[in-house]
């Protein structure tokens, strides 16, 4: 006898402090880079879907840009951005790094997740399992489970894979029955050009150095199919001062070549397409302390 499940459907805010692997656990739900990993903190600066339809569940992964202490108008959006992530969240996995001890911005996401008005179901997920024996892995769940009380503690190594899907399991019982938000053909169309984006940023932390990346904004003006195989992308890399515009550019342009070849090759990997990127460099004054320019780049939240 063939007994149908209900359908299941919800949100999943990934919770934790920058470089726990948030992106990573994602991406390997989701087999395709979704956001983009980095070793460096504070690449994924907005709130990222990736939504992962199975037969009879849809999961629309929140990957929250973090909490961070404030320091300008770029980082309290990016605050407003998590803490919506969590409240609207259906289900929330917090995920911290087994092999490191527990930090401040830890306490600060506890604190945070005892104070959400819904009471969703949070799942303190121990990552990196994989650097860590058996003896250090009780030892760290000890220090981290009384900063989740009540939390269904989970172990996965996001980059081998081990114990992800007994947490996709628990995910699945704990999300609400209902239909999909999301029609599965949709989902590219809307992800698209903010995916790129996110590439072509990942791009630009990897090539520039100190702190010129994090003045870097990225827009996608035009993402054009131009037949089946082939695509055609036109973005602009804002920066804050005209004296950043020459370091992205770079001599003979080469440094702009460089990020826009690894962009170009990521998005390829992505779309399964031939890309024909086109990146050109802008000054925005100050952008990161503009509230007006902030929304322009995507950066304001959806909700306050
Ligand atoms: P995020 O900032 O939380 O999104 O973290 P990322 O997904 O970008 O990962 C940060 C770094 O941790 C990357 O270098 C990942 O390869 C690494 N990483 C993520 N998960 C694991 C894991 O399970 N084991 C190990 N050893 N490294 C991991
Ligand atoms: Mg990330």
Redesign the pocket.
């Known amino acids: 006898m063939n007994k149908k499940l209900p359908f299941r459907s919800g949100f999943v805010a990934v919770a934790?402090r920058?470089?726990?692997?948030?992106?990573?656990?994602v991406n390997a739900y989701l087999g395709q880079l979704v956001?983009p990993?980095?070793?460096r903190?504070q690449?994924?600066r907005r709130k990222q879907l990736g939504i992962l339809t199975l037969p009879d569940t849809q999961i629309v992964f929140v990957?929250t840009p973090g909490l961070h202490k404030q320091i300008d108008q770029l980082g309290s959006y990016m605050n407003m951005a998590a803490e919506s992530a969590l409240e609207d969240a259906d289900l929330i996995l917090w995920?911290v790094s087994a092999d490191e001890m527990p930090t401040e911005e830890d306490a600060l996401i506890s604190k945070k997740l005892l104070s959400l008005k819904r009471s969703q179901p949070v799942f303190l997920v121990l990552?990196?399992?994989?650097?860590l024996s058996p003896l250090e892995l009780a030892d760290s769940e000890k220090l981290f489970s009384p900063l989740a009380p009540g939390a269904e503690i989970h172990h996965?190594?996001?980059?081998?894979g081990t114990g992800k899907y007994d947490l996709l399991q628990a995910v699945i019982s704990g999300l609400p029955e209902g239909g999909p938000y999301y029609e599965e053909d949709q989902i590219t169309d809307l992800y698209e050009k903010e995916i790129t984006s996110d590439l072509i940023r990942a791009a630009v932390l990897d090539s520039l150095r100190d702190e010129i990346p994090y003045s870097v904004a990225v827009r996608v003006e035009e993402f054009i199919d131009r037949d089946d195989e082939n695509s055609s992308i036109t973005a602009t890399l804002f920066v804050e001062r005209e004296s950043q515009k020459g370091i992205v550019i770079g001599k003979n342009a080469e440094m702009l070549k460089k990020i826009g070849t690894q962009a170009r090759m990521e998005i390829e990997r992505m779309t399964g397409r031939k890309v024909y990127l086109d990146l050109r460099v802008k000054v925005a004054p100050n952008w990161r302390n503009d509230p007006g320019a902030l929304k322009r780049f995507g950066y304001a939240p959806e909700k306050s």
């Open positions: 934790g920058p470089n726990v692997g948030k992106s990573t656990l956001a990993i980095s070793p903190p690449t994924t990957d995920l990552n990196k399992i994989d650097r996965v190594s996001a980059l081998s």
